[in-house]
């Protein structure tokens, strides 16, 4: 027995030193490269490298990306974003290779956001599957998409925690936990990168993690706007995204364009070297975000020559679109007020990015049109859009069963949503293509061929023309009906009347969230809303099925319809997918990652809040509103099911615990419905007592189970008391000993309750 053990931990080791004398041999070998490479350079050529236009698309005007061809020529480019299909990435990489005196390849970034020519839910959707392995394999898929197409970096994960819906980009992101945020990171890179990333790999990219730091926290949730926040919010609730990106070996992370107490984010060295560098570790690339070195110029930093320097000596190694390291720097080292190394170092990375690449070897890495033509789009690609778009919605409410629906029943499906295509993808659907989306009521004819469905538009999705205008100019733009809005109204109730059952499909357009996109009201337009009570006055159920990009406020939407489904922005598989759910093919198992607010007066909202020195209560002088109640309307962790789950209390195998040892607490999960169903089991602690006030709840685990109908299963989580950590009173990430509560349960707010202590 003894002996076996220290056979295997003398393997272990053996195995531990190999990789890593493994790793220092082709660190050497990359070294040896690239010094020989940079000893050739001239000082115009390394600078070139740090130079990163957009081709062919600016959405600051077209002044900026101008002129790129003629730029890559003559070595004063590093990589482009916004090129992609084979033949236009080989184009501009011949020249390249065959123009440029060092034939140094070019990187090529995009932005794969949510897929990239299947286009999968967006990510605050997938993220409400709490579904890691299908969040793995959605960016994988997106890669083989994206290298096929010529590309070799992505900007995307996206983990930028946010807590307020105002904020357009909640959309991109995993919403608003930590710790499930942390998951979905790291799910993302590896699923980019490779399980090993192994970047060599044909079908492996660049992941690229963003936004460094904090944009998520943008003041009023207006884009772009400053942050402020003290270093124990960041460090417990914002950064651990990021971070858990850069442990998943992230190659490179973008700069984001706010200020973080007074210092931008493009121009911070704490930031961008301290923190990230010198205590994360981090050794890849950091790019800047699109012109935010030339925005430094608005946040006050100085002129070109300055915030040129600036975020060059902060840490970012490639300009994104501001052309201001090709236009400064040298100026800058001429005078002497640049030190050269800056210049090397960035110069050093971005070829370390393209050595690890394999670009140097082969800087098409193989692109061709075959595999474009077989990778791109194919059977295994859409069904997995399928199953990611029913994995990620979310039941918000099912009185009486109303869902799922009969397909014998008469059914009037109402609203812009029922046979919209241009918004299924969402924003930032990077290649993809809408019109090869699913229409919902294309796959609906499609599934029933013969039925007593009907239809009327019912409303546009937005009336006003004004707030169309300012939606993403490109081709988004939301035609109005030939029909006056009280004529569709009128159709849309005739229909209502006529049938068992009202479908209200309503929502927001695609360009309503994402960058650019905040709102200061996020109910429904008003004009669907007047649809909606319209429909309510025939006293028919309705069940509302809603796509949007961003948790909106649905108070009288809750108290006037039967049943609600959040399908977010589905992508290609759309339609089918919906289908699927309404009519039962497949039963719900989403789980809200952002808290749904009863109103915008409620936010900033969260599950994990502070317990304040005065909590809710009857009593006048507590924590709470007058009008409405402190409780959001659908909680973090909130997802219904056609079938219903029973919990039993809470086991734990010990009542006290100390430091080093594992707790494990069990349930036992019963479906009590008549549906097969999957659930989400959630964990939660609280620590009662500690040097700092402590939330009142934090997730620390989950389980998915899948459960036919009258099974039951028993699931145990092993906690460690790793799991009890906390930044201290003096920022030591450590525990403390004393009373803790631990939760179970399907929602943050519906849960069994156990209590232990650590001593
Ligand atoms: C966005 C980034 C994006 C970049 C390049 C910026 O406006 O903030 O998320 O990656 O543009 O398109």
């Not at 789009?377 to 994995?391: D, F, G, I, V």
């Not at 509302?544 to 809750?558: C, D, I, S």
Request: hydrophobic share 40%.
């Amino acid at each position: 027995m003894k002996l076996s053990k220290i056979v295997i931990a003398s393997c272990l080791v053996l195995t531990g030193f190999g990789a890593s004398a493994q790793k220092a041999a082709r660190d050497a070998k990359m070294d040896a490269y690239i010094n020989k490479l940079m000893a050739k350079m001239t000082l115009d050529e390394k600078i070139g490298q740090l130079n990163l236009p957009s081709i062919g698309f600016d959405v600051t005007g077209p002044i900026l990306s101008q002129g790129v061809e003629g730029k890559i020529e003559k070595g004063m480019v590093g990589g482009v974003f916004n090129t992609y299909t084979p033949n236009a990435v080989r184009k501009l990489q011949e020249l390249a290779i065959k123009k440029t005196r060092l034939k140094i390849p070019l990187l090529f970034g995009y932005d794969v956001i949510h897929g990239h020519r299947t286009i999968f839910p967006i990510p605050l959707g997938l993220s409400a599957s709490w579904d890691m392995p299908l969040i793995q394999k959605t960016a994988r898929a997106a890669a083989d998409e994206a290298t096929a197409d010529g590309l070799n970096w992505v900007f995307s994960p996206m983990v930028d925690i946010a807590r307020d819906p105002r904020w357009g980009r909640v959309a991109e992101g995993g919403g608003e936990d930590t710790w499930l945020g942390s998951q979905i990171a790291r799910a993302m890179v590896k699923g980019y990168q490779g399980e090993k990333n192994d970047l060599r790999r044909e079908d492996a990219v660049l992941a690229c993690v963003k936004h460094f730091a904090l944009y998520g926290a943008a003041e009023a949730g207006r884009d772009y706007n400053t942050v402020d926040m003290s270093m124990r919010k960041m460090t417990e609730t914002y950064l651990p995204a990021y971070k858990a990106a850069v442990d998943a070996g992230v190659a490179t992370v973008m700069s984001s364009f706010n200020e973080i107490n007074g210092v931008p984010a493009a121009a911070n060295h704490w930031l961008l070297t301290d923190l990230l560098r010198n205590q994360w570790g981090f050794k890849g690339m950091v790019a800047t975000d699109y012109t935010a070195i030339m925005e430094l110029k608005n946040h006050g930093m100085g002129d070109d020559a300055q915030v040129a320097k600036l975020a060059l000596v902060a840490g970012n190694d490639m300009d994104m679109v501001s052309d201001l390291f090709i236009g400064e720097l040298k100026k800058l080292v001429q005078a002497k007020k640049l030190d050269v190394k800056y210049i090397d170092l960035a110069c050093r990375r971005v070829l370390e990015s393209k050595y690890k690449l394999g670009l140097f070897d082969d800087p098409y890495r193989n692109i061709s049109e075959d595999r474009a033509k077989n990778n791109i789009m194919n059977a295994e690609k859409l069904a997995l859009a399928k199953e990611a778009a029913e994995k990620s919605m979310v039941l918000l409410k099912n009185d009486n069963n109303t869902l799922p629906l009969q397909a014998g029943k008469k059914i009037a499906f109402v609203g812009p949503m029922v046979k919209n295509q241009r918004d299924l993808i969402g924003n930032w659907s990077g290649a993809g293509d809408w019109k090869k989306a699913t229409s919902f009521w294309d796959a609906l004819q499609a599934q029933y061929p013969s039925n007593k469905f009907t239809y009327a538009k019912g409303a546009n999705i937005l009336d006003d023309q004004a707030l169309i205008d300012k939606l993403n100019p490109h081709d988004a733009q939301i035609v109005l009906d030939s029909k006056s809005p009280a004529d569709m109204i009128k159709e849309a109730v005739e229909k209502a009347k006529d049938a068992d059952v009202v479908v209200a499909m309503l929502g927001e357009a695609f360009g309503m969230s994402g960058e650019a996109a905040s709102r200061s009201d996020i109910g429904l337009p008003v004009n669907q809303q007047n649809l909606l009570k319209a429909l309510r006055e025939t006293g028919k159920p309705i069940v509302l099925v809603l796509m949007n990009g961003r948790p909106l406020t649905l108070q009288w939407e809750h108290d006037n319809t039967a049943a609600i489904l959040e399908t977010w922005f589905p992508g290609t598989k759309a339609g089918d997918a919906i289908a699927d759910v309404l009519f039962g093919k497949y039963n719900p198992s989403g789980k809200l990652s952002m808290t749904f607010p009863r109103s915008v007066g409620q936010i900033p909202i969260y599950y994990n809040a502070k317990n304040t020195g005065r909590p809710v209560s009857d009593q006048k002088y507590t924590s709470k509103y007058l009008d409405i109640p402190n409780t959001p309307l659908y909680p973090f962790g909130h997802g219904l099911s056609y079938t219903t789950f029973g919990y039993s209390d809470i086991k734990l195998s010990k009542n006290t615990i100390r430091n080093g040892e594992r707790l494990q607490a069990s349930i036992t999960l019963s479906n009590t419905g008549k549906y097969d169903g999957e659930e989400t089991v959630q964990l939660y602690i609280r620590d009662m007592v500690g040097s700092v006030t402590r939330p009142v709840k934090e997730l620390k685990g989950f389980r998915k189970l899948f459960l036919k109908a009258g099974e039951s299963k028993t699931v145990t989580f092993n906690l460690s008391t790793d799991d009890l950590k906390f930044y201290d009173i003096n920022m030591k990430y450590t525990t403390e000993p004393g009373d803790f509560k631990l939760f179970i349960g399907t929602s943050s707010a519906d849960v069994k309750e156990a209590d232990f202590k650590l001593l």
